[in-house]
């Protein structure tokens, strides 16, 4: 807020223009000189293209499961491409968003890991993404009337927590209240994390109780050193005591993200070793049946052998879900976001 007054005030324009804008966009969800009638005219086109320029343009948007999914291609304006969606469930809408264009952490069943990072997101193009979500939802135009988002998660492409800055200062935007931000509860937002220790540790400092999600994919160093490569820098056992003290500091249950590989993370010593390590604590799994990306080896585990990896857990008294696979027919499923903007682009 008050770098926006500043921002104003060097414009010649009285402080409180600043607040007028912020409430346009985090109350209005526009960002549209036109919309901005409390602004006298002769002004509003410039302070907006100051305090509010357009950095994503929308490439292309693609929906499914009724219109209750859907998802957006974003072009910025250096031409790199993210992806965000939206899913509709009976009363909530989350937000899922992306961090970074591409990402650096090189998860070999991840489509986004394939290409490799591209550059880290600015806070303002993470909160811009939400926002329009919020502004198509206002207008009437996701299936299912005007509605608000909810909930938001650091699902997208990228590695949240290797951007540790624009995300946290995002987060905060997305929280605070309008005019400074959109107002949405800290608890609905969700971290998701590959596993970088020291990061997981300052935002356990930060006193911001949003969620942690902890993607181990595996129980033991051999095969996790393979499927999320930067074990190899912090092991199983840091990793999950990092997510302990997060627990401890925040009250919150952790989410540990398991995507079911058929025949490389789904055996029943598997579930057995990764219910000894959650046995007691602040922890809840989520399993999610691969999504299968293209080039790769691995599909999803047999449903027989994944039910069998969930009563395994269940019965060892950890709590566990399977998520749902939505987005899948439009490759906007966990892991699927890469991008497929570079098809608009001319060869060449
Ligand atoms: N970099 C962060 C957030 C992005 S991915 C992280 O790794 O947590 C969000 C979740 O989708 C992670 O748990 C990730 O491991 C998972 N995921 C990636 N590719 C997947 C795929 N092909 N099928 C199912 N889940 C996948």
Aim: with cysteine; net charge positive; charged share 20%.
């Amino acid at each position: 807020m008050a770098e926006r007054r500043v921002a104003v005030a060097e414009l010649g324009e009285p402080a409180y223009r600043a607040d007028q804008l912020s409430r346009h966009y985090f109350g209005r969800f526009t960002d549209s000189p036109q919309d901005m009638t409390d602004v006298p005219a002769a002004v509003r086109e410039r302070l907006a293209q100051a305090l509010l320029p357009r950095l994503l343009t929308a490439a292309k948007e693609l929906s499914c499961d009724g219109g209750m999914t859907r998802k957006t291609l974003w072009r910025a304006a250096d031409g790199a491409y993210v992806e965000s969606v939206l899913m509709r469930y009976p009363g909530r809408v989350t937000m899922c968003v992306s961090s970074q264009a591409g990402c650096g952490m090189a998860c070999p069943f991840c489509a986004t890991g394939q290409a490799g990072l591209t550059r880290n997101l600015s806070t303002a193009e993470i909160v811009t993404q939400v926002v329009s979500g919020a502004a198509a939802l206002a207008r009437g135009e996701v299936a299912g009337g005007r509605g608000r988002v909810s909930n938001v998660v650091f699902m997208g492409m990228g590695e949240p927590l290797a951007n540790y800055a624009s995300v946290l200062a995002a987060i905060r935007r997305l929280t605070d209240p309008v005019p400074a931000g959109l107002g949405i509860s800290r608890r609905s937002v969700t971290v998701s994390t590959v596993g970088l220790v020291p990061a997981i540790e300052r935002l356990a400092g930060e006193g911001l109780s949003v969620r942690l999600a902890v993607s181990l994919h595996a129980p033991d160093d051999g095969l996790r050193d393979e499927l999320v490569p930067v074990n190899r820098r912090w092991k199983v056992a840091e990793v999950l005591d990092a997510a302990w003290a997060y627990a401890a500091a925040t009250g919150r249950r952790v989410s540990i993200e398991y995507a079911m590989i058929r025949d490389v993370n789904d055996q029943p010593w598997r579930a057995d070793l990764l219910a000894g390590l959650l046995a007691g604590r602040l922890a809840h799994v989520n399993l999610i049946p691969l999504n299968p990306t293209p080039g790769s080896r691995w599909t999803a585990s047999d449903p027989v052998v994944a039910a069998e990896f969930e009563a395994r857990l269940a019965g060892r008294g950890i709590p566990v879900t399977v998520r749902d696979t939505r987005g899948r027919e439009i490759d906007g499923a966990c892991g699927q976001l890469a991008a497929a903007g570079r098809e608009l682009d001319p060869p060449g």
